[in-house]
């Protein structure tokens, strides 16, 4: 199973972007769905989640109003929207595929059985 993250980049603070997360190799829809994020010198901390069927999500707390996670089973894809950036969100993103019902809601980073290689956000001012 390899998991592809794409769309990072660079955007002034107040922008958006949107994150795609592409799995392949397994079967997409048996896998709750999440983001995560290192800053440099910090450790990596949850950003988002989604449940296998796509109906239940989960946030950080810092960005759930600005942030949103989705899925499109069909594409084998999870996404990540991001909007009115600020500079404390430039981080490397990484997506993560747990198998385990109820992951979503209880997003533990040693529950995840597969991640992506990252795709880089750099929010400037």
């Known amino acids: 199973v390899q998991l592809q993250a794409s769309g990072g980049g660079l955007v002034q603070a107040g922008g958006s972007l949107r994150l795609s997360c592409t799995i392949s190799?397994?079967?997409?829809?048996?896998?709750?769905m999440g983001w995560f994020r290192q800053a440099p010198g910090k450790a990596r901390e949850f950003v988002a989640a989604?449940?296998?069927?796509?109906?239940?999500?989960y946030y950080k707390e810092s960005v759930k109003d600005r942030f949103t996670i989705s899925r499109v089973n069909a594409k084998n894809t999870v996404y990540l929207q991001m909007i009115s950036l600020k500079l404390e969100d430039t981080a490397t993103y990484y997506c993560?595929?747990?198998?385990?019902?109820?992951?979503?809601?209880?997003?533990?980073?040693?529950?995840?059985?597969?991640w992506g290689k990252g795709t880089q956000v750099t929010v400037s001012s």
């Open positions: 993560a595929a747990a198998y385990g019902a109820g992951w979503y809601g209880r997003p533990d980073p040693s529950g995840v059985n597969y």
């Open positions: 190799g397994g079967i997409f829809d048996n896998y709750d």
């Open positions: 989604i449940n296998w069927v796509g109906r239940s999500t």
